[in-house]
T-cell receptor
């Protein structure tokens, strides 16, 4: 089974803290994604990466950055957490070959910024 | 740009009732269309997909047909069970190599099924 593992299920951080959300996939997928899930808004793409050290902004990148130093690991970084970044964060990966197959999702990290 | 619109929820049904969740989309070209399901406390799982017009995706009794003329991909199930209670997301992925499989999601519809 493909597995996408997010390091934390729940996190509580203080305003202004630097926050790292970690994601690891075990199927050698090229592409990895970070989405944010909010009620009534569905999932929105923050950043994605199509190769090691390669990244592109998604629809809502402001206040976030990412790092992909190894193929299996994709980190989302909140440089200075704010209360409006309280949300559910979902990591996903896919073995993109030009034809869509399936995206595999982690269980999500529910982040609360106080 | 691409967008997906789902019917407003939440939806509450009795067991064995018929389910329809409407989904319409806006996209250039010929996107692939998906329904994802999120059970309580879990991540998203692919429920079904369709990659071209008139395709019907089906899985676990759910089905949806890719209707290009109405830009729709409505989800249906003839007889829902309590275990179908979840959040359902309609999504699309633009065709082409530079898409990388990025997904555009609808708002999500919460389904609750009572015994």
């Amino acid at each position: 089974d493909v597995k996408v593992t997010q390091s934390s299920r729940y996190l509580v951080k203080r305003t202004g803290e630097k926050v790292f959300l970690e994601c690891v996939q075990d199927m050698d997928h090229e592409n990895m994604f970070w989405y944010r899930q909010d009620p009534g808004l569905g999932l929105r793409l923050i950043y994605f990466s199509y190769d090691v050290k390669m990244k592109e902004k998604g629809d809502i990148p402001e206040g976030y950055s990412v790092s992909r130093e190894k193929k299996e690991r994709f980190s989302l970084i909140l440089e200075s957490a704010s209360t409006n970044q309280t949300s559910m964060y979902l990591c996903a990966s896919n073995p993109w070959t030009g034809i869509f197959t399936e995206a595999f999702f982690g269980q999500g990290t529910r982040l609360t910024v106080v | 740009g691409n967008s997906v619109t789902q019917m407003e929820g939440p939806v509450t049904l009795s067991e064995e009732a018929f389910l329809t969740i409407n989904c319409t989309y806006t996209a250039t070209g010929y996107p692939s269309l998906f329904w994802y399901v999120q059970y309580p406390g879990e991540g998203l799982q692919l429920l079904l997909k369709a990659t071209k017009a008139d395709d019907k995706g089906s899985n676990k009794g759910f089905e949806a047909t890719y209707r290009k003329e109405t830009t729709s991909f409505h989800l249906e199930k003839g007889s829902v069970q309590v275990s179908d209670s979840a959040v359902y997301f309609c999504a699309l992925s633009r065709a082409g190599g530079t898409s990388y499989g990025k997904l555009t999601f609808g708002q999500g519809t919460i389904l609750t099924v009572h015994p």
